[in-house]
């Protein structure tokens, strides 16, 4: 898939990983909504994959929706995530396997400002060439956040330790390998482009990613769908489209399938999921559900 990537540094980077300084709540409150029609309920509560300690403990609507439910939904099956089996797959997938590394696929500038970037941080060019260009850029901003102390699990992962340990049944809407499939593609014939932006929006990740944490913190959808999602959209309808507005169609029949029946389930996705005319509340609200935001 070729992308352009001039400019995607407010949605790309940010929706791969949200994160930012703790900001104070405001009047509204957590990414967190009851679903119901006809008598049944589905919480959905939107999620960040890394957080800092200090967002934890978590706004207290995501623990209502828990224990309301006696299911929780995920975007992916997490479990399989640590298995040497997806090790494997992603290895094979997101690294080269015939001979050539990422500087192959930059220009000569682009590796100039990688190695650079690296070297100030003592990690040899050596160690990362292999990487495809999507891999690396996740990868160096996993590493930028662990320097600036994001080391706590998001809250997926929180939810989905809590359920295990609570032996509460769990289910996901799609499988690690196609989560896989779709960040290979994401890089794919923008190689140096894509490099180039990630490393400039490293330069600034906590300015730009700050606001979208105090959307999410609070709830405010049309917010984050302004701040961090309308120029996306605009500019790069495409990769919109695949990560977030054609996942939100595929997972709504599971979600009304959920609505059907007497059980209440607590459905956990990223909250760019939520927010827009394609997002997953608008979805529902368009097919006649009601939704409205708990309140602890």
């Known amino acids: 898939m070729r992308t352009a990537f001039t400019g995607l540094k407010k949605g790309f980077i940010a929706a791969v990983a949200l994160w930012g300084m703790a900001t104070p709540l405001t009047a509204f409150s957590a990414s967190v909504w009851e679903v119901s029609k006809n008598g049944n309920t589905v919480y959905l509560g939107g999620t960040l994959h890394i957080l800092s300690p ?149 330069e600034t990740m906590n300015d730009s990613l700050e606001p979208m944490k105090e959307n999410w913190l609070t709830g405010d959808m049309q917010a984050l769908y302004n701040d961090s999602m309308e120029s996306f959209k605009t500019d790069y309808p495409e990769v919109y489209d695949e990560m977030l507005t054609n996942r939100n169609k595929a997972w709504l029949p599971h979600i009304e399938e959920y609505l059907t029946t007497p059980e209440t389930e607590f459905v956990l996705v990223g909250t760019m999921h939520m927010a827009g005319a394609e997002g997953v509340i608008a979805m529902l609200e368009s097919e006649g559900y009601s939704v409205i935001k708990v309140n602890k």
């Not at 934890?56 to 006696?70: G, H, Q, R, T, V």
């Not at 001979?99 to 696929?105: E, V």
């Not at 220009?107 to 970037?117: C, I």
């Not at 809407?173 to 890089?187: D, K, R, V, Y």
């Open 54 to 202: 200090q967002d934890y403990p978590l706004p207290a609507e995501y623990d209502i929706a828990y224990k309301a439910s006696c299911k929780v939904i995920f975007e992916t099956d997490l479990d399989a995530l640590d298995t040497p089996d997806f090790t494997r797959k992603t290895l094979q997938l997101m690294t080269y396997q015939d001979g050539r590394t990422i500087k192959d696929d930059l220009s000569e500038e682009t590796f100039s400002m990688l190695s650079d970037w690296l070297s100030e941080r003592g990690i040899p060019v050596a160690q990362v060439s292999k990487m495809k260009a999507s891999f690396l850029g996740i990868s160096l901003s996993m590493l930028e956040m662990q320097r600036a102390g994001l080391t706590s699990q998001g809250v997926d992962k929180y939810f989905f330790a809590r359920a295990t340990e609570d032996q509460k049944p769990v289910g996901w809407f799609e499988t690690p390998e196609q989560q896989l499939m779709m960040l290979a593609g994401l890089s794919e014939g923008d190689e140096d482009a894509y490099i180039r932006y990630t490393l400039e929006e490293l």
